[in-house]
């Protein structure tokens, strides 16, 4: 249910009605824009028949909202969701892109390909400290050494950091480091983690699962914006079907569908899309070509070398050329990197 106020409702009507939906047992869920103010109901809202909330101060409107997803929902937000990390504003006109090492190696290497991707035009470092692996005796990333390593890395190139949380335990000391916190596929459903993190104030990347259809992973992003965090960057990266010339096949018409039912930024991981380093370049022209907010790459200084997903990763020079590449492709849909 939301209830929209009237142009002239004061803050005390507001708050009034906030109260009073408090007082029912209900969550209500603010949502304060240029002209209007607008407050989800989360909970049993039949109980509201009973209230007349059409009468309360203030109130303009009462109307249902009919996805199963309610906070997420355009029904719920008509504008678009920018989200500032550091200065870096995704969901807006400007596209970013996000690049850096599938997995922390060394510092060394790190900062190299740190300082490499700002200098093409990325303005956000991921790389993973804690890596999630189908198999267990794979590499499974260097843990809080690794975080250590982000940070020295962000410290010397003014980067903020993406990487991935994989256990609830480990929340507390990845928000010590990390600007966004990202949920990986195999994770998306992971309702427990969902709703930690979104107890938190950053930042969250959500990954589209291996099998997930777009409602899945709205409703993830739900639990998340339920617990309060509605700072959230939905990710696709590729789902698994029949096909096998590719790792995962890359649902480009996601990003498009994702912007008509929801508020939330939308980035496209083309990477783990398709699984070979080559055709990253073409699904990321393809991607911002179809309203994608940004883009979240692999680069590493020697793929061949590397403990997690080298066939898939670009080397800065070939990362160097693809920034230019899509600053084109950018202009071309009226947006700007």
Known sequence: MIVVMSPEATEQEISHVVQKIKSLGLTPHAEKGEVRTVIAIIGNVAILREHSPEAWPGVENVMPIMKPYKLVSREFQKHDTIIDVKGVKIGGKQVHVMAGPCSVETKEGLISVAKAVKASGATILRGGAFKPRTSPYAFQGLGEEG??????????????????????????????????????????????????????????????????????????AEYIASEGN????????????FETATR?????????????????????????????????????KASIAAGADGLIIEVHQNPEDALCDGPQSLKPTKFDVLMKELKKVAEAVGRSM
């Not at 020295?152 to 000391?173: H, K, Q, Y």
């Not at 990003?255 to 055709?279: M, N, Y």
Request: with cysteine.
């Open 147 to 220: 975080l250590k390593y982000l940070a020295d890395a962000s410290a010397a190139t003014g980067l903020p950091i993406v990487t991935e949380l994989m256990d609830p335990r480990d929340i507390d000391i990845i928000c010590r480091y990390a600007d966004i916190i990202q949920i990986g596929a195999r994770n998306m459903q992971n309702f427990r983690l969902l709703q930690e993190v979104g107890k938190t104030d950053k930042p969250i990347v959500l990954k589209r699962g291996l099998s997930a259809t777009i409602l899945d992973l709205l409703m993830s």
């Open 230 to 241: 509605r700072k959230i960057i939905l990710c696709e990266r590729g789902i698994r079907t």
């Open 248 to 284: 995962n096949t890359m649902d480009i018409s996601a990003a498009p569908v994702l912007k008509q039912l929801t508020h939330l930024p939308v980035i496209i991981d083309p990477s783990h899309g398709v699984g070979k380093w080559d055709l990253v370049a073409p699904m990321s």
